[in-house]
Nanobody, 128 residues
Framework: QVQLVESGGGLVQAGGSLRLSCAAS??????????MGWFRQAPGKERELVAT????????YYAEAVKGRFTISRDNAKNTVTLQMNSLKPEDTAVYYC???????????????????WGQGTQVTVSS
């Protein structure tokens, strides 16, 4: 089993920055073999994928809404993944979730259904 713990959410004014961190723990695993990602869910909306970093290659995907403003990175040695969020907008307000796939996901973490481990979520609120 894998446990994910997020930190770093909060309240920020539009145009500001926040950095989210996610620490993974568990027995007998390495995040190197797992796709890691950040998702978010705003009130009344479905959960959406924000950014992912694939296992092995480390290839990165960003949703169009955050491209150029958010940066995802991972540290396999520390089993952590971070999301640096700059130029935040009120529409970025949501609960942000860290997620991880099982080892060696068949589609390299490119689809949301591959993410089976989830953190508890951290609130990000951007005021206008």
């Amino acid at each position: 089993q894998v446990q994910l713990v997020e930190s770093g959410g909060g309240l920020v004014q539009a145009g500001g920055s926040l950095r989210l961190s996610c620490a993974a723990s568990g027995r007998s695993f390495s995040t190197y073999t797992m796709a890691m990602g950040w998702f978010r869910q705003a009130p009344g909306k479905e959960r959406e994928l924000v950014a992912t970093v694939r296992h092995l290659t480390g290839n990165i995907y960003y949703a169009e809404a955050v491209k150029g403003r958010f940066t995802i990175s991972r540290d396999n040695a520390k089993n952590t993944v971070t999301l640096q969020m700059n130029s935040l907008k009120p529409e970025d307000t949501a609960v942000y979730y860290c997620a991880a796939s099982r080892p060696f996901p068949p589609r390299a973490g490119s689809t949301s259904d591959e993410y089976v481990y989830w953190g508890q979520g951290t609130q990000v609120t951007v005021s206008s």
